[in-house]
């Protein structure tokens, strides 16, 4: 199995963990994931991976953890495709959502 099919893999098993709301595999997956994209130098599927743990942690009552992984997403999309990618709208919502959340 190559390493992007492991990483897929990988994060397929957390995303799936994550709608069955097991928190803690969903965080060890994505986890295992997020540290493959990075060294397979895939920012973009980085980004997608931190954004779906940040859904994990906001899910978890923990909006802190949520925006550390959110910004870091925004920041990898930004570095390496712009603002214009359609996975920033998506994170930024869901930063935006956050705070919003925050402040109820």
Same mark, same amino acid.
């Given at each position: 199995?190559?390493?992007?099919?492991?990483?897929?893999?990988?994060?397929? &098993?957390?995303?799936? /963990?994550?709608? +069955?709301?097991?928190?803690?595999? %969903? !965080?060890?997956?994505?986890?295992?994931?997020? $540290?493959?994209?990075?060294?397979?130098?895939?920012?973009?599927?980085?980004?997608?991976?931190?954004?779906?743990?940040?859904?994990?942690?906001?899910?978890?009552? &923990?909006?802190?953890? /949520?925006?550390? +992984?959110?910004?870091?997403?925004? %920041? !990898?999309?930004?570095?390496?495709?712009?603002? $214009?990618?359609?996975?920033?709208?998506?994170?930024?919502?869901?930063?935006?959502?956050?705070?919003?959340?925050?402040?109820?």
């Amino acid at each position: 199995m190559s390493t992007a099919e492991k990483i897929v893999l990988l994060n397929q &098993n957390g995303r799936d /963990a994550f709608t +069955h709301g097991r928190y803690e595999d %969903a !965080l060890y997956y994505l986890g295992m994931a997020a $540290d493959r994209a990075r060294l397979a130098g895939t920012p973009l599927q980085e980004a997608d991976i931190r954004n779906t743990i940040g859904l994990v942690f906001r899910d978890l009552g &923990n909006p802190a953890q /949520a925006e550390i +992984h959110f910004k870091l997403a925004l %920041a !990898l999309i930004v570095k390496k495709a712009g603002d $214009d990618a359609p996975l920033y709208s998506v994170v930024t919502a869901n930063l935006k959502n956050l705070r919003e959340a925050a402040r109820m």
